[in-house]
């Protein structure tokens, strides 16, 4: 008897085994579909740890490809290096379409959907979708190391084509997909305007485990019970702004006794700020926890959430949704997306970016008005049950693709 299950290539230029936690987007994604009873084939850099993801039950119904790591080869140039893995991506596509007839193929990045773009070009039948997690041109240049970027002040011009190639690219994709998908409205307004408004991007945000995350009394040994905890949860990158959290250290001196921040993650920023908190002798009230497993205890002892503070970036990312699904009172960079999310002083607190002071600020106002924390607490709560439940984003995404 023929099997007419679906088949979904879920298509990610990535590895699954270093990004975010055991709870990143990627994970849930495919944790859902594969309780779904749908064969799910996934194409994948060479993950560093495989055990990570067996230990964890990932890949129960996952028929994973995993490709050569082709960075690490002798191939010095990113664009050759790009080329070669789009071009094994397009023949993995084939291969998966005639082979195992897959009829359905769902990217999370511009160079899977490129791929796909490429073979519906050559057999128009073929569907695929497209999920942007962010604009590769717009990363590009403002969440890489800036002297890798510019020249006296000046895009480097070999950067200058890379986002031209990538804005190209970007186009193709938006104008053959089924579908776009966004999962924020940054990244629907920029791709409309890319395109002058010639498509219509749905948005299906990010969500987490409504069940797991959710506000419970424990306690960690490694936190003090006795302090308000700030918690930081994500990569140490410029974008997620852990610095200006640690930078709002010297307008809370008064209050310096009462409170303790924990700093959770890894990345390119660590070092920089373990010699900031040591230079400046702020060692008793800072502790840096690194990569955790266990995100959702620390949140469950945590009093204040900080992140998203820094004009690099617009909106939320998946630590300030499992935060407000906890019923953390969230401290969170205002602009045009968070002001369509949350009201300020409501179900969080919106602050000017890029400004240390005003964070500082809204964790005194805060501590100084347990009832307004409380509040922020029960309404954040609120609105990651009526907007952010993975059931009700993935069961919106599924119905889309299959549709």
Same mark, same amino acid.
């Given at each position: 008897?023929?099997?007419?299950?679906?088949?979904?290539?879920?298509?990610?230029?990535?590895?699954?085994?270093?990004?975010?936690?055991?709870?990143?987007?990627?994970?849930?994604?495919?944790?859902? @579909?594969?309780?779904?009873?749908?064969?799910?084939?996934?194409?994948?850099?060479?993950?560093?740890?495989?055990?990570?993801?067996?230990?964890?039950?990932?890949?129960?119904?996952?028929?994973?490809? +995993?490709?050569?790591?082709?960075?690490? &080869?002798?191939?010095?140039?990113?664009?050759?290096?790009?080329?070669?893995?789009?071009?094994?991506?397009?023949?993995?596509?084939?291969?998966?379409? +005639?082979?195992?007839?897959?009829?359905?193929?769902?990217?999370?990045?511009?160079?899977?959907?490129?791929?796909?773009?490429?073979?519906?070009?050559?057999?128009?039948?073929?569907?695929?979708?497209?999920?942007?997690?962010?604009?590769?041109?717009?990363?590009?240049?403002?969440?890489?190391?800036? &002297?890798?970027?510019?020249?006296?002040?000046?895009?480097?011009?070999?950067?200058?084509?890379?986002?031209?190639?990538?804005? +190209?690219?970007?186009?193709?994709?938006?104008?053959?997909?089924?579908?776009?998908?966004?999962?924020?409205?940054?990244?629907?307004?920029?791709?409309?305007?890319?395109?002058?408004?010639?498509?219509?991007?749905?948005?299906?945000?990010?969500?987490?485990?409504?069940?797991?995350?959710?506000?419970?009394?424990?306690?960690?040994?490694?936190?003090?019970? #006795?302090?308000?905890? =700030?918690?930081?949860?994500?990569?140490?990158?410029?974008?997620? /702004?852990?610095?200006?959290?640690?930078?709002?250290?010297?307008?809370?001196?008064?209050?310096?006794?009462?409170?303790?921040?924990?700093?959770?993650?890894?990345?390119?920023?660590?070092?920089? %700020?373990?010699?900031?908190?040591?230079?400046?002798?702020?060692? #008793?009230?800072?502790?840096?926890?690194?990569?955790?497993?266990?995100?959702?205890?620390? @949140?469950?002892?945590?009093?204040?959430?900080? /992140?998203?503070?820094?004009?690099?970036?617009?909106?939320?990312?998946?630590?300030?949704?499992?935060?407000?699904?906890?019923?953390?009172?969230?401290? =969170?960079?205002?602009?045009?997306?968070?002001?369509? =999310?949350?009201?300020?002083?409501?179900?969080?607190?919106?602050?000017?970016?890029? #400004?240390?002071?005003?964070?500082?600020?809204?964790?005194?106002?805060?501590?100084?008005?347990?009832?307004?924390?409380?509040?922020? &607490?029960?309404?954040?709560?609120? %609105?990651? @049950?009526?907007?952010?439940?993975?059931? /009700?984003?993935?069961?919106?995404?599924?119905?889309?693709?299959?549709?």
């Amino acid at each position: 008897m023929t099997d007419l299950s679906p088949r979904i290539a879920d298509l990610a230029f990535a590895d699954i085994s270093s990004i975010g936690g055991i709870e990143s987007g990627t994970r849930r994604r495919l944790k859902f @579909l594969s309780s779904n009873k749908i064969i799910i084939y996934g194409i994948y850099l060479s993950p560093y740890n495989i055990n990570i993801l067996n230990e964890h039950e990932i890949l129960t119904e996952v028929k994973c490809f +995993f490709l050569l790591n082709i960075k690490k &080869s002798l191939l010095k140039s990113p664009l050759v290096n790009r080329s070669i893995n789009i071009s094994l991506t397009i023949l993995y596509i084939l291969f998966l379409k +005639f082979f195992y007839k897959v009829n359905i193929f769902h990217c999370h990045d511009l160079y899977c959907g490129f791929s796909c773009a490429i073979v519906k070009g050559i057999f128009p039948k073929t569907k695929f979708f497209v999920t942007w997690h962010g604009p590769a041109s717009y990363e590009l240049i403002n969440f890489r190391p800036k &002297s890798r970027i510019f020249k006296n002040n000046q895009i480097k011009l070999k950067y200058r084509l890379f986002v031209a190639i990538y804005i +190209f690219m970007e186009k193709v994709v938006c104008t053959r997909t089924n579908r776009n998908m966004a999962i924020s409205e940054f990244e629907k307004d920029y791709f409309e305007n890319l395109t002058n408004s010639k498509i219509d991007i749905l948005v299906i945000r990010n969500s987490v485990d409504i069940n797991k995350f959710k506000p419970e009394n424990i306690t960690l040994d490694e936190i003090p019970k #006795n302090r308000i905890i =700030i918690t930081f949860i994500g990569r140490l990158e410029q974008k997620n /702004s852990p610095d200006i959290l640690l930078n709002s250290i010297p307008f809370l001196k008064d209050y310096i006794h009462e409170i303790f921040f924990i700093i959770v993650g890894s990345g390119y920023l660590e070092n920089e %700020l373990k010699t900031y908190v040591n230079q400046n002798n702020y060692q #008793n009230f800072v502790s840096f926890l690194g990569m955790r497993y266990d995100v959702d205890k620390i @949140l469950k002892v945590s009093d204040i959430f900080v /992140s998203h503070c820094s004009s690099l970036v617009e909106g939320i990312g998946n630590n300030v949704i499992e935060a407000i699904a906890t019923g953390i009172p969230c401290i =969170i960079g205002y602009d045009n997306i968070n002001n369509r =999310i949350f009201k300020t002083d409501y179900n969080a607190i919106l602050v000017e970016k890029d #400004n240390p002071k005003a964070v500082a600020d809204a964790v005194i106002k805060l501590i100084k008005n347990k009832q307004m924390l409380k509040k922020i &607490s029960q309404n954040s709560r609120a %609105l990651a @049950l009526q907007e952010f439940s993975i059931d /009700s984003n993935l069961n919106k995404m599924l119905e889309i693709i299959l549709s």
